[in-house]
């Protein structure tokens, strides 16, 4: 009776070996990543155009995102020089100024600045963004460094969980047993 299971206790064990195998190959990409930016600055007036701010405010080397669009909502006709600066709210270090570096994304102009965070702490962050004429506006906000995780681990933990439902269901599908019928006499009757 357990030989019709074998065929699917071979699937199903097969499909565990690739999923391992997958994992493995993507190991490093996935232990790169710690979790997405978010927003901490929303379509806000600076320097004639309307900036957003994202950030992974990592402990270490953090990354910001300054997201630039015209008025209009297309990519900015002036040409545009953001710089970041960092300081914790605390005072206990100096401010420190980071340039962002340009990217031209489709509709809009994308800067990227990475800011060092030397610990869990609230940081006042600025971005001052300024046009070709000369014209500057700076916008300004606290943001709390958050620590990266860890690293490698995160992903056994986070895949523990799906690894745990699926080996019971192997096991549930090893010890199932068939469901008889009742057998019939010669009339039809149990």
Do not use: C
């Amino acid at each position: 009776m357990l030989g019709g299971d074998k065929p699917r206790l071979f699937a199903a064990g097969r499909m565990l070996v690739i999923g391992m195998v997958l994992v493995l190959f993507r190991w490093t990409e996935a232990s790169a990543h710690e979790g997405p930016p978010f927003p901490i600055l929303m379509d806000q007036p600076a320097a004639g155009q309307v900036v957003s701010v994202w950030a992974d405010p990592d402990i270490g080397e953090a990354q910001f995102y300054i997201i630039v669009e015209s008025r209009s909502g297309g990519t900015p006709r002036d040409e545009l020089s953001v710089v970041m600066w960092a300081e914790p709210v605390s005072g206990r270090l100096d401010r420190v100024t980071y340039h962002a570096e340009q990217q031209t994304l489709r509709n809009h102009i994308q800067f990227e600045a990475k800011p060092y965070f030397d610990q869990r702490d609230m940081w006042t962050v600025g971005f001052r963004i300024t046009s070709s004429e000369g014209h500057a506006d700076e916008l300004t906000t606290e943001i709390e460094s958050t620590p990266p995780g860890f690293g490698a681990w995160d992903l056994v933990i986070y895949l523990f969980p799906f690894l745990l439902m699926g080996g019971m269901w192997v096991l549930a599908m090893t010890r199932r047993t068939p469901m008889r019928t009742p057998k019939r006499d010669q009339r039809g009757l149990v």
